[in-house]
């Protein structure tokens, strides 16, 4: 095959339904990381749900955990389809009541809200990556839809941690330069 024929076979193959096209390399690792990243943070949100005595976190972290399954349901389905293994499953977590948990062995509920703070902000940062490398039109969609909602997720904790007093801001420059006037 000369080399203008395998560039018509690229094409052809790059040109039809975006479900035929075989993922390239990038795209199957970085679904394959955020799906195994993804089920770890299933695991540590069940877990987290334990340790919290808010309410207005509590039912954060399990409308998270539910938006996460369903994603989780999603990639596996691509990674399936594509003839790719799955990362393993962490197991479900069992319920605890936060009083069974010793006092110095908690994490606290400001703890937590910045650790999943922390996570939200990395799996924007993942979604972005998985978009800006795809080539198939489908999973670029599909982690585009991810990225929305982990952003919606960000603004509702965002409230969650000013409404409870829980945010640190960095250090605040009140001091503003004047600027010249020409």
């Known amino acids: 095959m000369n080399i203008f024929q395998l560039g018509r076979t690229i094409m052809g193959i790059l040109s039809d339904n975006p479900q035929n096209e075989p993922m390239h390399y990038g795209e199957v690792f970085g679904v394959w990381s955020y799906l195994s990243g993804t089920k770890g943070y299933i695991a540590g949100y069940q877990t987290f749900i334990n340790h919290t005595g808010d309410t207005d976190l509590k039912k954060f972290l399990e409308d998270t955990i539910r938006t996460m399954k369903q994603e989780v349901e999603q990639v596996e389905n691509l990674l399936k389809v594509n003839g790719i293994g799955l990362p393993p499953s962490p197991p479900e977590r069992p319920s605890a009541t936060l009083e069974s948990i010793p006092v ?44 929305t909602t982990k952003a919606q997720y960000g603004v509702r904790l965002l409230r969650i941690n000013k409404e409870k007093g829980w945010l640190i801001p960095p250090p605040l420059n009140m001091q503003m330069p004047e600027l010249a006037h020409a």
């Not at 490398?133 to 969609?141: L, T, V």
């Open 104 to 147: 110095g062995a908690r994490f606290n509920d400001p703890e937590i809200a910045a650790s999943v703070t922390k996570d939200i902000a990395a799996g924007l940062v993942a979604c972005s990556q998985v978009m800006g490398q795809s080539i198939r039109e489908d999973i670029g969609m599909m982690f585009g839809q991810f990225h």
